[in-house]
């Protein structure tokens, strides 16, 4: 059995599977712990779904799954928690504006901290993105007080445990370290670095990037405010 899975969610990315599964691929040769990977597609419309069956009978350590129909980014990622089987458990978005290699410096952290995310150094975004990023994450941290620079940073790691019992609803990627936090675990931020996207379409705009996740911190403050955590005594 892996140490690590590595999820990667991808919709409609056509254009990026084979350099996204030649850089896994590569990577997972190098590694310093056990690894595979697991590509969810999320209902993929492009001929996505057919390059990741060519992609997973050329790598070995390369799986998929698939959905029927498209159910968003948080779902995707609960899928592949749902079907990891590794002590540890991590994602990378398809575009690869992060990069697999960062995992090593994310990887050092994983038994003492239930979640490892990444801190975009330089960002690669255009002016509005990274302004509606901004303001995102500002408002978040205001809301329920997880302390976390860069929530959507698509490079995290979590002990695989504990990403099973993250609370799922639509959205709910954004709030990771909340969601972690809730159950009183920590969780580790590390600077990795950034790249422009070279194929393929953003699939989040101003709408999604900024009301939903307004709208959603209302949810998890209720959340947070109704969990509790027992410890059986006997």
Known sequence: MKEFTIIIPI????????RLTETIHKYISNASVPTNALLVDDGSTDGSFEAI?????KY???????????RGLSAAIKAGFDHATSEYVGYIDADLQTTPEDFEILLPYRKDYAMVTGIRQNRQDSFVKNMSSKIANSFRRMMVHDNIEDTGCPLKIFKTAIAKKIPFFNG??????????MFDEEVKQVPVKHFPREAGQAKFGLSNR?????MDCFHVKWLQKRHRNYQIKN
Not at 60 to 69: H, R
Not at 172 to 181: E, I
């Open 11 to 18: 919709y409609n990315e056509v254009d990026n599977i084979s």
């Open 53 to 57: 069956q060519q992609a997973c009978t």
């Open 60 to 70: 070995s350590e390369l799986n998929y799954i698939s959905f029927q129909e498209n």
């Open 172 to 181: 709910n990627h954004r709030f990771f370290a909340a969601l972690v936090q």
């Open 210 to 214: 900024l009301i939903a996740p307004f």
